[in-house]
């Protein structure tokens, strides 16, 4: 089970912090993403974790405004979003994988997502 929080409505150049809490897994061994669906267009990646947290990996749009991490202990990711824009808006997902992959089509397993709103 995936369970996304923190999301909201926010101004442009404001900040949130989502939170995934991950259960029915071993955490520790799965990379973790996060991906973004606006309405009308595709879910895309926006950023990705190693399961040690020594790797991250970001979509070139969210670079230097993002920060992805992890807590093992917690079986939880963040998403730590700084400078927000409106073309950030949409229903954002953590998915696990044992490796991680640019595309969602390789992704199995999703939450329910929470709502990031951004105005400008």
């Known amino acids: 089970q995936l369970q996304a929080s923190g999301g909201g409505l926010v101004q442009a150049g404001g900040s949130l912090r989502l939170s995934c809490a991950a259960s029915g897994l071993t955490f520790s061994s799965y990379v973790m993403a996060w991906f973004r669906q606006a309405p009308g267009k595709e879910r895309e990646f926006v950023a990705g974790i190693s399961w040690s947290g020594g790797s991250t990996y970001y979509t070139d749009s969210v670079k230097g405004r993002f920060t992805i991490s992890r807590d093992n202990a917690k079986n939880t990711v963040y998403l730590q979003m700084n400078s927000l824009k409106p073309e950030d808006t949409a229903v954002y997902y953590c998915?696990?994988?044992?490796?991680?992959?640019?595309?969602?089509?390789?992704?199995?397993?999703w939450g329910q997502g929470t709502q990031v709103t951004v105005s400008s």
């Open positions: 998915s696990p994988r044992r490796a991680v992959s640019y595309s969602r089509y390789d992704y199995v397993y």
